[in-house]
């Protein structure tokens, strides 16, 4: 710092060497200033500049010329030696470079309230650099641009002078060891300093001007600039004493102003402040000489001119005003009649009234000076130095200062109990969270509609904070849904474990009640089998819906019925080894669940030969043709004609026909046989948690099955003529379809192929059980087997009817005869739910869903498979089933088949269909029974 060149700025703090100081021992007199600069070019710089008559302090222009990123407050210091006169600026948001530097710096993404901290910040760093300028400076000089008094410098002085008083007694404990007087260690400064206004604009015209408008020489009375000057100190004065800024004590004050000097100065219009603005008035002026000069005037206007312009034009400098003609107008000679004042020892006497007391005063010198400077500067503008009563001190200032933040705070707390109202009203004793929301969402409307300032988004957090809690202290309903889309009834509550008895009153060790849900709402629903009615609860896991009921149920009425178990998960054995997923083709496979009734597949080419034709109506899966096996006429008869067409035909096609059917037969054979190596078995050590569907894994089953298969009984039980006699049903809606299975027969021979080869059996019989008839026009080497199928519905109160199509009910005479067939149900999609014709209250009628699929299966040898697939949603709704492979029904005997009660796949439960889509949308594909005949003697 020994090199420092003492005829440049430099920063405050000093860090140099107080003892090499070359002026250490000089009684220096400290002037501070500080204020606010003007739009465009002109800056606090250039008035400072004025009172040195040089270029010193660097001009912050806000297009970034000469501006050194700073976005900190700071204070620049110049020492005048020819003066002994100290210069110090402040260098704050409130001058219009550091302002535009922060607005480039600062994120445009903030919300109002990060906004409003930040420049409050910034306002509160500008207040401490007051404080600092208050405790170190003799005089003290307030810039302003333009020629009114700024009321915000009453509430900021305020604030700088009750957060002085109560720092006092830590600035005299830090000052303490300093190297000054008793008297500024207890007042924590030199002397009272004084507080001078200068004003950089005004409106007025200049002494000159006045005089040419007028025509009238210069009078006794005070120029326009002078009576302002006065009217100013007036006000200042007036407003200062109201605030009480200013007593008759002046030692008790921050600041004082002297009663007998003028404090206020206004700077002529003469010297141009801004330099980009005189630039411009020069050359306009230029160019408005080089125009006249060119026009024709009159003689008396040139002359005129020529008079005005005889001497040579000698622009002003373009940064520097030019000086006025008198040394008293001038800046430097407003502000030395105070600082010699400083300088000569004598202090300032500024107390008014009756009994004055004297102010203290002390001239510091430079090097005792800088070193009550660094201390302070310390202790006030940094955070390392800072005491916590300091900090405390200053969030006071900052609280004080930030007046739109205690309107805020004030408005919001207001209307903080009005919003919680809000939300409180017309509640229920327990909700759930969308009740909750629903609630918040009116209390804060309620909020935004009175609050106002940057304290809304904190009481906005406190308000959500308050409804939550009181939300959350116990009316907090369980959030939990039934998988038929009802809430649960109970608060707030815990679900007991397996074998754990419900508690819903909580002990004192336990914060919540348990207990498993419920919702209150009940429905009718029938067995397994359909012949006893109990009312359910609703469901909230699948286990509970598609088996726990129905388990219930069967300990009633179907535990002693005969059933077809489908596949689920069994855990492995401790120790059994479950690698093998797939076995070697030199192995047996492993045994695989299969029904109780296998389907059996003719390997004798003798057999074989017989039913050729027989088996060529059949499908590639074993069923029948649908025209063949929905029994129609046009079917029949084309399958008759099909006979006797192959009983007159030659030997020769009768060969081709023997050698096709066994090439086709081996290649079958060897392909069931691949086929069968590959199939992955089911998984031991992976279940499924739901149900089993097309985007399950492949191999894993589920724990439990959704679906049951029980038998009513022979197939005798059933009376077609009566119905099915179960609790209910709809009147007229409780009879099963009949199908009609055509079978054939050949007619007996002439001669020696009338009778069987030694050995041979024959290979069909006729057979039309329970009643049934041939169709009319039917051959008479044709019969038929006659099935019953029904689609049972269901609804929530327990109503039952059948459907006779996919848009019909089933509606039986009062005889119980039946004109409609089972054609519809078997050939086309069948919908999983079909409005209830019971009365319903409301407009939209209760919906009944597919529960049962009832079926009577015939004698040998025609055999039923069951192959339900279920699509209980629009796609990409996955395919629910039992069981991958088909279910063959033993014969002679009445079935029900069970569906699930609801439906779940991986995204969820899938509901019903809303009222804007269409029935079919979920639905029961077609072809869920199957027929096919069966040999005798296989």
Known sequence: ????????????????????????????????????????????????????????????????????????????AFYDKSKNVIYLHLVSVF???????????????????????????????????????????????????????????????????????????????????????????????????????????????????????????????????????????????RIFRKSRLLTNQSKDCLFTVPPNQTFVYIQSSDGPVDAISNLLTNLHQSCALGKEAEAPASRSYQMSRRTNQSAPIN???????????????????????????????????????????????????????????????????????????????????????????????SRCSKVLPLASSAYQNSLPSHYTRKVHNNQLAQAMKVFKQHARGPAYEH?????????????????????????????????????????????????DSQVVPCMPHNSRARSLCACNCGRKQAQRDDPFDVKAANHDFFHLMEEKCCSSLERISFPVFQRQPQGTPGEEATPTPEEDPPPTFQPEVSIK???????????????????????????????????????????HADQNSDSLAAVGMDSMMAADAQQQEAEAEKTSQLVRQPSVTESLPGMLHSDCPPGVLPKFSSWELVSLGPVSQYYPSLGLEQPGFIHGSNFLLAWDIPIHTERPQQGDQAWPAPGESQSVRRSIPHGGKPRRGAKDSDSFVRVYVGYEYECARGHRFLCSGPDK?????????????????????????????????????????LMRVFITTPDPPVQIHLHPRLQPGPPPCPTFYPQDEDIPLPPSRLWVLRLPFVYVGEAGVISPPRDSQPLLSCKVLKGLLKASIVEEGE
């Open 95 to 237: 001058d219009t470079s550091m302002l535009v530097s922060l607005c480039a710096n600062l994120d445009q993404d903030l919300p109002y309230a990060d906004v409003h901290k930040f420049w409050r910040d910034q306002e509160l760093q500008h207040a401490r650099g007051l404080m600092f300028l208050f405790h170190v400076c003799h005089i003290l000089v307030v810039l302003h641009p333009t020629c009114t008094f700024d009321m915000s410098y009453g509430q900021l002085l305020r604030t700088v002078d009750t957060v002085r008083l109560k720092m006092l007694p830590i600035l005299q404990d830090v000052l303490r060891d300093a190297p000054v007087g008793s008297e500024w260690k207890s007042a924590g400064r030199s002397c009272t300093p004084r507080l001078l206004f200068v004003f950089q604009k005004t409106c007025l015209p200049t002494e000159s001007e006045a005089h040419m408008e007028t025509g009238k020489s210069k009078g006794t009375k005070h120029s326009p600039k002078k009576r302002l000057q006065h009217r100013i100190e007036d006000q200042i004065y």
């Open 315 to 409: 622009p002003p400098s373009i940064l520097m005003p030019a000086k006025p003609n008198g040394a008293d107008d001038s800046l430097l000679g407003f502000l030395w009649q105070h600082i010699d004042l400083v300088l000569s020892g004598k202090g300032f006497d500024d107390s008014v009234g009756r009994n004055p007391q004297p102010s203290h005063f002390e001239l510091p010198s430079f090097k005792k000076w800088l070193n009550v400077c660094n201390t302070l500067y310390e202790l006030l503008l940094t955070e390392a130095g800072q005491h916590a009563k300091v900090q405390s001190c200053l969030e006071s200032m900052g609280s004080s200062l930030d007046v739109e933040t205690k309107f805020s705070d």
């Open 601 to 643: 597949t003719d390997t004798e080419p003798s057999k074989r030969k017989d039913s050729v034709l027989s088996s060529a109506t059949t499908t590639a899966s074993g069923g029948l043709s649908l025209a063949l096996s929905l029994g129609q006429s046009g079917g029949s008869d084309m399958f008759v004609s099909m006979l």
């Open 809 to 849: 009910v089933m509606k039986a005479s009062n005889s119980g005869s039946m004109k409609e067939t089972a054609m519809k149900l078997l050939s086309m999609d069948m919908p999983l739910y079909f409005p209830c014709p019971c009365p319903s209250r409301g407009a939209k009628p209760h919906l009944g869903q």
């Open 1 to 76: 710092m020994t090199e420092m060149k003492w005829n440049e700025v430099w920063r405050l703090p000093f860090v140099g060497d107080l003892e090499e100081l070359p002026f250490k021992d000089d009684k220096v007199c400290v002037v501070g200033m500080f204020g606010k600069s003007q739009v465009g070019y002109g800056t606090k710089s250039t008035t400072i500049n004025t009172v040195l008559d040089r270029e010193v302090f660097p001009l912050h222009w806000p297009d970034g010329a000469g501006l050194q990123t700073q976005e900190e407050t700071y204070i620049e």
């Open 459 to 507: 009481y906005v957090l406190q308000l959500q904070e308050d409804c939550e809690k009181f939300w959350a202290n116990g009316r907090q309903l369980c959030e939990e849904r039934s998988l038929t889309g009802q809430h649960c009834v109970h608060p707030f509550h815990t679900l007991p474990k397996p074998g754990q008895p419900a508690d819903p009153e909580p002990s």
